[in-house]
């Protein structure tokens, strides 16, 4: 899996910082940012298809899997 760098505000690392561990909904920071890029990306997937600008194949949004094949959507822990 590659690695990214990316500068993030204070504030929104520490609002993302009170979702991840024991008591957060993600095991750590990388999985809630995967998490949130494959939200915006599928919320990006559902207004391109509406305004018909999906390309042939691209991935159905109402399909059983999220763009990792994980049948999880909603960012949730899940076995990788």
Do not use: Y
Not at 16 to 45: E, M, P, Q, W, Y
């Amino acid at each position: 899996m590659p690695k990214i760098s990316v500068e993030i505000p204070a504030e929104l690392l520490a609002d993302l910082d009170d979702h991840v561990g024991d008591d957060g909904k993600f095991v750590n920071r990388s999985d809630a940012v995967r998490a949130s890029i494959r939200k915006t990306l599928d919320v990006l997937d559902e207004i391109d298809a509406r305004h018909d600008r999906l390309e042939s194949g691209a991935a159905d949004s109402d399909g059983p899997t999220d763009r990792d094949g994980q049948a999880d959507r909603d960012g949730a822990k899940t076995d990788e």
